[in-house]
């Protein structure tokens, strides 16, 4: 398995506030899912992307919101 430093200074400070001893669970909680938010986009930075097709959604009664 591949372990990557994530050296990121939010994350470092995120963590340092984490390991204070009178830290609530509910702000525990908020920084792990903040810290957690970083790290997915910090893992997939470099991923390929591809150029998607979009399509216009119609109204249920066919019309376009753009043909009013």
């Known amino acids: ?9 939010l994350v ?10 009178d830290i609530s669970t509910k702000r ?3 920084l792990a899912s ?4 970083l790290l997915t986009y910090e893992a997939t930075a470099d991923l390929e992307t591809e150029k998607s097709h979009h399509r216009r959604l119609e109204r249920p009664g066919g019309n376009r919101p753009d043909q009013r």
């Open 1 to 9: 398995m591949k372990i990557v430093e994530v050296k990121h200074p």
């Open 12 to 21: 470092k400070h995120k963590l340092g506030l984490m390991r204070e001893n």
């Open 28 to 30: 525990f909680r908020e």
């Open 34 to 37: 903040e810290v957690g938010s």
